[in-house]
């Protein structure tokens, strides 16, 4: 080999080194990339663990080859037994190929009975069909007369009158009426025959079963007991169901209210004359006639029983037909829809007014005869003050029992109107009895005292107003209804009173007419809340006694004293210097007058209240009488004080035109002369408190 070729080969050993060095370099560095958690890295060492293979270099180098060796030993055993399974499925498919045929038989042979069986079965499937089909019939049957036709004993428990009524009718009603109501569905089909003949055939047993349950009321009604708490509940519940139907209702309450009508006047009678229907007395119950004699008591004995009889009629009747609520009311409002004949046009049903319509129509016939009672026993009466507390009775109850059952109701109609007829008697009499009074009252007593015609008026006019003080009369309207007979009975002995004062003289016509006044006013203060009006117009003559009295005492202090014609001298004048200075040529204040005023007045002061007071004496209020003249006095005493005051107004002016004569150089030289002989005629003047020297003081010390 030439040196050329070592050195060729040398570079392709040292290049196939360098190329196996990079490869195993690479292996390595791929194997040692792979990551221990690689699932396929980890399955192989595990069948390399699962092996036990030693770890020495034989076992390394024979490694691959091992393994190739046992992949091909399991691929040959794989082949050898699925040559196994090619075999079975070479038996598996001559088998299916046998069945395949045999199928093809009996596929044939089937369609062959088919065919010659298919009308049977045509025909089979036709009558299954008519059987489900009847079947679907009967049972729509069968729920149709159940919801739609009543069992024979149901109809016989409706119609029957040898039945009970109990709850079982009163559930075969309500199913018969649910029926009749649900017939209204047949009728908007296209067939509205069978619709048509359930509801009538519906209508007339309901209207059987409503006749039998009237005829049941109606014979129950003849023994009902009112009185009896415990009353039947299936009366109650028959009234509800009954006024589904309002002719038949109305027609059971009529007779109802008949036999009612009928039981509570008997009653009546019965307690009029203390003995029942059969004429036989009861010697425990004192009859109301007993007390015949004394109206008053009769006639509210017989307005108490009608009242007691009418709460009574009232409570009972309210536990029948409204003790449950508004059920009555649904019934007559069911009633109305299905007959709406007997309806009343916009009315709703009422249930406290029906109650009221039928306690009213069932005391109908007390009402008659309490007003015939009543009316003979106002006839045959003659004391005003008995009439006029027997309104006030009769007000009394027509007011309560207007509450009870309306103003229509014929017990209020009937007191109204004996009311207006004890009234129109009422006055009649005292119309007499005042005409009687005024003419017995001809002239004033003589000593001034009220009259005895007056005293008996006030005396009658107390009890007419203690009667009508606990009637029921409204508050605002209390006293305009009593006005009346306080115009029948004393506004015209007043008037007779005050006429008969206008021919006394003063002040007897004052005292007269004050006492009759006074009287008049103690009465009518006992009753203010309805004699408001004629009190103010007594109290207002009494003010006008009382100052026409006044002004009486206050002139007689006056003329008595003698001051008045100093005070009547002096009233005209002024406080000026020249009015004043006038006061000395009046002829009241000459010496020798005013001495002797002086004296009447000494004599006059130590008994001038004793004979003030003697002019009052026949004044019935002795605390009014020295009042009154204690009020002249004290006007005397400020008639004394004007005149006092000009007394010494009169000396203070003298005084003062003397000391100025004493004074020089305090007046003029123009004036001088002129003032002297003023001052020359006021010396001759006397001091006129000198000459009436009494006090204001000393007059009210005495005067009080």
């Not at 004393?490 to 007779?496: R, S, W, Y």
Request: net charge negative; aromatic share 6%.
């Amino acid at each position: 080999m030439s040196q050329g070729d070592s050195e060729g080969f040398g570079d392709a050993l040292g290049g196939l080194t360098a190329q196996r060095s990079a490869a195993l370099s690479n292996k390595l560095t791929g194997i040692l990339s792979v990551s221990y958690t690689d699932s396929e890295i980890r399955d192989a060492l595990r069948l390399l663990d699962q092996k036990q293979v030693s770890n020495t270099p034989d076992t390394r180098r024979q490694l691959r080859s091992n393994l190739q060796k046992e992949v091909i030993e399991c691929n040959a055993s794989i082949v050898k037994e699925f040559g196994q399974v090619a075999e079975q499925l070479k038996t598996i498919g001559s088998t299916i190929s046998s069945l395949r045929r045999c199928c093809d038989v009996m596929r044939q042979q089937v369609a062959a009975a088919r065919q010659e069986n298919a009308p049977v079965l045509d025909e089979a499937n036709a009558l299954l069909d008519q059987k489900q089909s009847l079947e679907k019939k009967k049972q729509l049957l069968e729920a149709f007369n159940k919801h739609f036709l009543l069992p024979e004993d149901d109809i016989l428990t409706l119609t029957s009158t040898n039945e009970a009524i109990d709850e079982h009718f009163f559930a075969v009603l309500a199913r018969m009426k649910q029926i009749h109501s649900d017939c209204r569905v047949l009728l908007g089909s296209e067939n509205q025959r069978l619709g048509l003949e359930l509801m009538e055939q519906s209508s007339r047993q309901l209207n059987s079963g409503y006749q039998k349950l009237y005829r049941w009321i109606q014979k129950e009604f003849m023994t009902l007991d009112l009185e009896n708490p415990n009353i039947n509940t299936f009366i109650r519940k028959s009234l509800r169901t009954l006024a589904e139907r309002p002719a038949l209702f109305e027609s059971c309450l009529d007779n109802f209210s008949e036999a009612r009508d009928s039981i509570l006047t008997d009653g009546f009678y019965s307690a009029l004359t203390g003995s029942s229907a059969d004429q036989d007395r009861d010697s425990t119950m004192k009859s109301i006639e007993f007390h015949a004699h004394d109206a008053l008591r009769y006639i509210g004995d017989m307005l108490a029983w009608a009242h007691s009889a009418t709460v009574s009629e009232r409570e009972s009747l309210g536990s029948l037909f409204i003790a449950e609520g508004d059920e009555m009311a649904k019934g007559i409002q069911a009633g109305r829809h299905s007959e709406p004949w007997s309806a009343t046009d916009g009315e709703s049903f009422d249930g406290r007014k029906a109650l009221h319509d039928l306690v009213n129509r069932n005391m109908a016939g007390v009402a008659r005869a309490l007003r015939q009672r009543v009316e003979q026993t106002i006839q045959g009466q003659d004391d005003s003050i008995t009439i006029y507390k027997i309104a006030s009775l009769i007000s009394f109850y027509r007011v309560t029992l207007t509450k009870l059952l309306g103003k229509e109701s014929f017990i209020p109609e009937a007191l109204t109107s004996l009311e207006a007829s004890a009234m129109r008697q009422f006055e009649a009499l005292q119309s007499d009895q005042t005409a009687a009074a005024q003419a017995e009252l001809a002239h004033a007593p003589s000593n001034l005292s009220v009259p005895d015609v007056l005293e008996e008026t006030l005396t009658q006019l107390k009890a007419l107003m203690k009667s009508y003080e606990s009637s029921l009369t409204p508050v605002e309207s209390r006293e305009t209804a009593f006005e009346p007979v306080l115009a029948l009975t004393l506004k015209p002995i007043l008037d007779t009173c005050e006429n008969l004062s206008k021919t006394l003289d003063a002040p007897a016509k004052e005292i007269f007419l004050l006492n009759c006044c006074l009287a008049s006013k103690s009465t009518l203060l006992q009753f203010t809340d309805f004699t408001t009006s004629t009190l103010e117009q007594t109290l207002e003559k009494i003010g006008f006694s009382e100052a026409s009295l006044v002004e009486y005492q206050h002139y007689f202090l006056l003329h008595v004293s003698g001051l008045h014609p100093l005070l009547t001298a002096l009233t005209p004048l002024t406080d000026s210097t020249d009015d004043l200075m006038k006061i000395h040529g009046l002829p009241p204040f000459q010496p020798a007058a005013l001495a002797q005023a002086k004296q009447t007045l000494d004599d006059f002061l130590p008994s001038a209240l004793m004979d003030a007071l003697e002019n009052l004496k026949e004044l019935t209020d002795a605390k009014l009488a020295g009042d009154i003249t204690s009020e002249a006095a004290d006007r005397f005493c400020e008639d004394f004080e004007f005149v006092e005051g000009r007394l010494v107004a009169v000396d203070d002016l003298v005084e003062g035109e003397e000391d100025g004569e004493r004074s020089d150089g305090q007046e003029d030289e123009e004036e001088e002369e002129e003032d002297r002989n003023r001052r020359e005629k006021m010396k001759d003047l006397t001091q006129l408190r000198s000459l009436y020297p009494r006090t204001s003081a000393e007059i009210r010390v005495l005067l009080s």
